[in-house]
């Protein structure tokens, strides 16, 4: 590809930057935070979020306020930006955009399915389906009973049809089978949304790479650490592990075998850039957990992209910080929901 | 006869009793020591009280932690089946004062495993039997008991983990304090009856 994006990036996809970059001014700072904090019951968190960028976006809702709530009407609040940046994009933005509705999409389609196993009604969860991941056929999900039904008769023609390439099989889908298909549809979709990223080389490449080896990465320490204790086996467990990362080939072999915490933390110590990472979880209660770690790196290399101009990180790393903001803030409400005996 | 032997005619419904010499500081003595053991109660009751808070505050903050991890739509009722098989049920059995008490036992022998993190599932069955009907044990009529903790996928967090082990701890603690409520209630009408009595006995001492 052509090098020297600052030529011809504005031509396409100036004012879509420019438009993420005022998105961005607009995400809560640290006062907004520690405002949010002395906060005292829902209302006083709907008040503190009308004198921020949000504004008066809970003003519909009927009482009482619940967590569900808020948590559903910022989705609906980020999904209309992000159609907004989509709707305006040209090529290859606009493949990029679909590539990042599609871990969404990979989201809904296992809540449709596990809905189904446990005989809910597909409106209810519909609702529950996130804006960013919707697509025509949904509704039709749950008539599947194996994975190669779901691929034939429903997704062939959705943008997930590429990642089912290691998914097919015969299994009926129980609990544990979808859980091996969510994970290897992941994988199979991260893998592509790399090699995308990598040949469109340029400032894209150099940001978002190192970007999504880093989830690669930290996909497989999660998925090895949730394993502990469970019927996954070690190859299966294999398996699911995303290649496009730092640890592929031997970390994932070594962390294959791994059977605690500190057999991962050993694998991790080979690699400069996790040992760090490993050495800042606090043993027990009270301390960093792992998966805390890993979101202050995420959140780290996502603030580093805006750093660089004329390259489409700034989109992914705007809708990932957006929606860590969701996540702390409804991390920080539900303390309120507390039911007392 | 003395004065306070003989309850007074005039109480309507009342029926004469002997109660013998000495009754009216017997009967102190009984209220003294029943009036300690209620209090010993209602303070055992305050005590775990705060225990089941503390621990169904843990388990709730435990599940915000998991909703963090796993996204908040992931945890919640769209995970569970409306209609669920307890894997805790509530027995009653009398005691040798005639006062019922709660038992929890688990639904299988085989599998130990309890109850899920669900807070409906963790009231659901204490309350509806609450009211001291007993149970006889169902047959093996459940299928396979599963982990509840498998409705949110295979790979959980440990936080869900973590929530699920408060909330097993909190039902034990509920169980204790629906039959230490039973002690107190019946503490507390005997401790009515005596005064009555104590009262009829002693008329111008009330």
Redesign the interface.
């Known amino acids: 590809m052509l090098e020297g994006a600052e030529f011809y990036f504005n031509v396409d996809h100036g004012y879509l930057e420019g438009l993420v970059r005022g998105c961005k001014a607009s995400l809560l700072t640290q006062q907004d935070y520690i405002n949010l904090v002395q906060c005292e019951t829902l209302e006083d968190v709907k008040i503190h979020l009308q004198t921020t960028d949000y504004g008066n976006f809970l003003a519909n809702q009927t009482n009482p306020l619940t967590v569900s709530k808020i948590d559903t009407e910022m989705r609906k609040k980020l999904c209309r930006e992000f159609e907004y940046f989509r709707n305006h994009s040209l090529e290859p933005l606009s493949t990029f955009f679909t590539y990042m509705t599609c871990s969404y999409m990979i989201d809904n389609v296992i809540l449709l399915m596990n809905g189904a196993l446990q005989k809910k009604s597909v409106k209810e969860i519909l609702v529950k389906c996130h804006p960013l991941g919707r697509f025509t056929e949904m509704e039709a999900v749950n008539i599947a009973e194996t994975p190669s039904d779901l691929f034939n008769a429903v997704l062939v023609e959705t943008p997930l049809a590429p990642f089912f390439q290691d998914c097919m099989s015969e299994n009926t889908l129980d609990e544990l089978n979808i859980e091996l298909l969510r994970n290897k549809l992941y994988k199979s979709y991260l893998e592509a949304f790399y090699k995308f990223c990598k040949n469109h080389g340029d400032v894209t490449a150099e940001i978002m790479c190192p970007i999504l080896e880093f989830e690669a990465d930290r996909r497989a320490f999660i998925i090895t650490l949730n394993s502990f204790g469970t019927e996954l086996s070690k190859d299966d467990r294999e398996t699911l592990y995303p290649t496009c990362g730092k640890l592929y080939p031997e970390g994932l072999r070594l962390l294959a075998q791994a059977e605690d915490f500190d057999q991962m933390r050993r694998v991790a110590d080979h690699y400069g850039v996790y040992k760090p990472l490993f050495e800042a979880v606090g043993d027990g209660s009270g301390g960093k957990t792992l998966e805390d770690v890993f979101y202050e790196r995420e959140v780290q290399m996502n603030v580093l992209a805006f750093n660089r101009q004329f390259h489409y990180g700034v989109f992914y790393a705007y809708t990932k910080l957006k929606e860590q903001e969701m996540r702390n803030i409804v991390y920080r409400s539900s303390s309120f929901e507390v039911p007392i005996l | 006869m003395a004065n306070g032997d003989w309850t007074t005619w005039e109480e309507a419904g009342s029926r004469p009793q002997f109660l013998g010499p000495m009754a009216a500081p017997d009967l102190r003595a009984e209220l003294d020591s029943l009036l300690l053991q209620l209090f010993q109660d209602l303070e055992e009751l305050e005590a775990k009280?705060a225990a089941?808070?503390a621990r169904?505050?843990e388990g709730?903050?435990s599940?915000?932690?998991a909703?963090?991890?796993m996204?908040?739509?992931?945890v919640?009722p769209?995970?569970?089946?409306s209609l669920m098989e307890p894997q805790v049920c509530v027995y009653t059995s009398e005691a040798q004062d005639g006062l019922q008490r709660f038992w929890l036992v688990r639904a299988s022998a085989q599998t130990p495993e309890e109850v899920g993190p669900r807070?409906a599932v963790f009231l659901y069955p204490a309350l509806r039997r609450r009211k001291g009907l007993t149970r006889t044990p169902e047959p093996e009529s459940f299928p396979a008991l599963r982990d509840p903790l498998?409705?949110f996928?295979?790979?959980?967090?440990?936080?869900l983990r973590q929530a699920q082990a408060s909330f097993r701890e909190g039902l034990q603690l509920?169980a204790d304090m629906a039959t230490l409520q039973i002690r107190i209630d019946w503490g507390r009408s005997q401790l009515r009856g005596l005064q009555e009595k104590l009262k009829q006995l002693e008329p111008e001492s009330a």
């Open positions: 009280r089941l808070n169904v505050e709730w903050l599940l915000s932690k909703r963090y991890s996204g908040a739509k992931s919640g769209l995970q569970y089946a807070e498998n409705w996928g295979i790979l959980v967090p440990h936080s509920a």
